[in-house]
């Protein structure tokens, strides 16, 4: 569970709109805004980050923050699937990166554009972004959920560095707010990634 406490809406759009990101506020319809928050914690195996969808509706925002990772757990920062190591997502805004298709089997958020991540490949276990290597491209980093029926405890296999929702009814939730956005501005999706140090 993520200990630091979620900012607001107005606060989190305050911060990205002081980076220059795009905020959507189309009042027709859910113009859904995904933020991510990677909390300052270096412990790799919890769910101790956000996940937030939020869109504007009535001249009013609706607001949903879940407990998830941001970054990949100890298990592939140990035994990284790519030669160049694990794959930590870069903060920042990508515009139109993900779709609503398949992550393995199952209905997810899936990376549809480049993006970039940093390589994390000393094997020691913990985030530590400094020094390492950045990778632009498409490495199936896709916003998805954890274990299918209930909320997992530790990361372990869940993420090799996706965006993972601890809680499958969260993530549920998610995918209907997406296939509502999907109804009215398409099949496109934008994140972005902001860190606690923001706030």
């Known amino acids: 569970m993520a200990t630091f406490q979620c900012p607001d809406v107005h606060t989190i759009i305050n911060v990205m709109q002081g980076k220059g990101y795009r905020v959507f506020e189309n009042r027709k319809g859910?113009?859904?805004n995904l933020v991510g928050i990677r909390t300052s914690s270096v412990d790799a195996n919890t769910f101790?980050?956000?996940?937030?969808?939020?869109?504007?509706?009535?001249?009013?925002w609706n607001f949903f923050a879940f407990p998830a990772t941001t970054d990949p757990g100890t298990f592939y920062?140990?035994?990284?699937?790519?030669?160049?190591?694990?794959?930590v997502m870069k903060p920042g805004q990508y515009r139109g990166a993900y779709k609503i298709g398949k992550h393995k089997q199952y209905k997810a958020l899936e990376q549809k554009k480049p993006m970039t991540v940093y390589r994390d490949?000393?094997?020691?276990?913990r985030l530590d972004t400094a020094g390492m290597?950045?990778?632009?491209?498409n490495?199936?980093?896709?916003?998805?959920?954890?274990?299918?029926?209930?909320?997992?405890v530790v990361v372990g296999k869940w993420s090799?560095?996706?965006?993972?929702?601890q809680d499958p009814d969260h993530f549920a939730f998610l995918l209907m707010l997406c296939e509502r956005s999907k109804s009215k501005f398409g099949n496109?999706?934008?994140?972005?990634?902001?860190?606690?140090?923001?706030?």
């Open 160 to 165: 090799a560095g996706c965006q993972v929702l």
């Open 139 to 152: 490495y199936k980093t896709n916003i998805h959920r954890s274990n299918a029926h209930r909320p997992s």
């Open 133 to 137: 290597e950045e990778d632009t491209g």
């Open 77 to 87: 920062r140990k035994e990284p699937l790519n030669v160049k190591g694990t794959a």
């Open 30 to 32: 859910h113009d859904l």
């Open 121 to 125: 490949a000393n094997r020691d276990g």
């Open 188 to 199: 496109s999706f934008t994140y972005s990634l902001l860190e606690e140090g923001d706030f």
């Open 48 to 60: 101790n980050d956000w996940v937030t969808a939020f869109y504007i509706f009535n001249d009013d």
